[in-house]
């Protein structure tokens, strides 16, 4: 509620503000319109023309924002300060309102005097005369450069990547749209080619994600640099970056050898070294490429074309481009059914263990490697290249691995039931997503216990990328296993990073010479070297070294008499089942193997 105070103190001040006479009344009017004026002319660029547009009158905010004086104003008319942003239909519609008495409002860009280009939002009132028609107009223009560099700059991100600053995948499909229009109308052909590097992730793993960064953008300037002008360069993903060439020719031929030589260009382009800060990184790169014109199906259907071509070009190893066609289609999906079918595989019991003997010097079995296999109900039994890959990349690895662990586990049961066999051990095979995966200790830990063996006796074998990510964590994994008595081997050894320091670092038993190099024993001098090399450097780290692939004589007494303890190869034994397993080393033999 007012007081009665508060209700005299109102009167007595609306008294004292009512000026006595009218000239004061006027004098205040003036004062307040004047104030205004001040105000206006403080924010606002303010101009008024006449009825043809030449400019009369051009306050201070209009010469600072466009530099131009006054008196270069004056007698001119907005022609002055146009920058040919907009076209003329944008002015004669301007002029169509204001010349009916109407306000336009509106945002202009304009071009100052020293050529710098900064917008305004434009309201022009027209000041009509007594006929009715407008004598002159004035404007008053809001600087708004700044928000619509904050806007183009808005746009700039949702339609480019962040870090190369080339077109994003957003960006680039609405060009693909654009590009298939036009080749419904030119029926000129156009290209799709998907490009993915092939050691990107070793880069990342190796040097950092700086490096890594740096690396992208030096690949996204020597790809500007491979194209024409009115062609996309996209980058969709971490190291995915996408080609849209258009306009290429009318003959599918002649097209499609276009196409090919700019993928060749690129290749050739990457395929020289990147200087990352004076450290010298060589790149290879994957190439999926498809051919399209106007008839061609939907943007969606042409990246999963180009897509598959980019699947086909890794397959067949790095550094490869690949033309879309219509069988990779089929041959592609005969992999997603058979995705299908890895999917149901473990419920319908359709894998099982092979076991390979590793045999100490006098060629006696101390360890099997198992190995899996597939008997698939209609494509016969498949060797672990044509599923493992597949099961990795969907994720069905984890369960098929502890699958693998169990089935392992309740062999080496068996085997420690009959005193012959009770000492054999068994090396099982894990896979990068499997051993990255948080719970894989757990997992491990959960199927000895199920299964009650020796943990000393379960040998796990991992391989060298499976460090690069986060080796302290990969270490504290191990550490946590061992602790319960699990032996950890190096698989496929010298064929990745064979880095000493993380050597040094690792909880392992054993190291395992890649097949690779033994193939070329004892002729090769390169591989001979590193064989003796990874040896010396095993007894240094007082680490067993099984040597892998050992297919004849002369590869067993070459690595023999370099000191090597143990051995894996077909002049042992090839993959056999367990039952074989136990027939091909009888009791008597192994007695002897127990004795050593
Ligand atoms: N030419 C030749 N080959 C020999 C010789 N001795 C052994 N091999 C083959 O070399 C591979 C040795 O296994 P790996 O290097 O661990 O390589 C394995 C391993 O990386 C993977 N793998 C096998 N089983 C499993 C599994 O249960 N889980 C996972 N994650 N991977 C597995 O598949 C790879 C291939 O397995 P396999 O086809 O069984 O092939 C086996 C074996 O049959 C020889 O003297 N000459």
Not at 40 to 51: C, E, F, K, P, S
Not at 163 to 178: I, K, M, S, Y
Not at 314 to 340: H, M, W, Y
Request: one cysteine or more.
């Amino acid at each position: 509620m007012q007081s009665s105070q508060a209700v005299t103190d109102h009167c007595n001040s609306s008294q004292e503000a009512e000026p006595a006479s009218a000239d004061q009344r006027l004098a205040l009017a003036l004062k307040e319109l004047k104030d205004l004026k001040a105000a206006l002319n403080a924010h606002a660029i303010v101009a008024v023309t006449d009825a043809r547009g030449v400019i009369t009158q051009a306050n201070e905010k209009f010469c600072e924002v466009s530099r131009y004086s006054r008196d270069e104003l004056i007698g001119s008319t907005h022609r002055i300060v146009n920058s040919g942003t907009h076209p003329r239909s944008f002015f004669l519609q301007l002029w169509k309102t204001i010349s009916s008495g109407q306000i336009w409002n509106g945002e202009i860009c304009n071009r100052a005097k020293d050529g710098a280009l900064y917008w305004v939002q434009t309201t022009i009132v027209p000041q009509l005369g007594p006929d009715g028609r407008p004598e002159q107009y004035i404007s008053i223009r809001a600087d708004i450069t700044q928000r619509k560099r904050a806007e183009e700059q808005a746009l700039h991100l949702a339609l480019h990547d962040a870090l190369t600053g080339l077109a994003n995948r957003v960006l680039l499909a609405e060009h693909l749209q654009r590009t298939l229009a036009s080749s419904r109308r030119s029926r000129r052909h156009g290209a799709l080619m998907l490009l993915d590097l092939d050691n990107f992730k070793d880069v990342n793993d190796r040097f950092g994600h700086s490096q890594g960064d740096a690396l992208l953008c030096q690949i996204a300037l020597r790809l500007l640099a491979c194209v024409r002008e009115t062609d996309t360069v996209a980058r969709v993903g971490g190291d995915e970056f996408v080609i849209l060439l258009n306009e290429l020719d009318t003959d599918p031929a002649q097209a499609s050898v276009h196409a090919y030589a700019m993928a060749e260009r690129l290749r050739e382009s990457l395929g020289s070294t990147f200087d990352l800060g004076g450290l010298l990184v060589p790149s290879t790169l994957s190439i999926g490429l498809l051919l399209f014109d106007g008839s061609s199906d939907g943007t969606e259907e042409l990246m999963k074309r180009a897509d598959m071509a980019l699947y086909q070009a890794k397959e067949r190893g790095r550094n490869n481009v690949c033309v879309f066609d219509p069988t990779l289609q089929a041959s592609i999906l005969s992999q997603t059914g058979l995705i299908d079918d890895l999917r149901q595989a473990i419920q319908r019991d359709e894998f099982h263990l092979l076991y390979q003997p590793v045999v100490s010097p006098l060629q006696q079995p101390q360890d099997w490697e198992a190995l899996i296999r597939w008997q698939h109900p209609t494509r016969g039994l498949l060797a672990p290249a044509a599923f493992i890959k597949l099961a990795e990349e969907s994720g069905l690895i984890l369960s098929l691995g502890q699958w693998v662990l169990r089935a392992a586990c309740e062999q080496l049961t068996h085997w420690g039931r009959v005193p012959a066999t009770a000492h054999w051990s068994v090396a099982v095979n894990v896979s990068a997503r499997q051993f990255l995966d948080p719970a894989f200790a757990a997992r491990v830990q959960s199927v000895i216990e199920g299964s009650g063996i020796n943990p000393s006796l379960l040998r796990l074998e991992l391989t060298e990328s499976m460090f690069l990510t986060d080796i302290e964590k990969s270490i504290l994994k191990m550490q946590s296993l061992r602790a319960l008595g699990v032996q950890f081997a190096l698989d496929d050894f010298g064929t990745g990073y064979s880095s000493l320091s993380y050597l040094k670092r690792l909880p392992l038993d054993q190291l395992k010479v890649d097949r690779s190099f033994v193939q070329g024993l004892p002729g090769s001098r390169e591989d001979a070297a590193i064989t003796t090399t990874i040896l010396t450097l095993a007894r240094t780290l007082g680490l067993q070294v099984v040597a892998e692939g050992v297919e004849n004589k002369a590869q067993f007494d070459f690595l023999l008499q370099h000191g090597c303890s143990a051995f894996q190869g077909y002049l042992f034994g090839k993959p056999m089942s367990a039952q074989d397993a136990a027939s091909h080393f009888p009791p008597a033999r192994q007695a002897i193997a127990g004795s050593e």
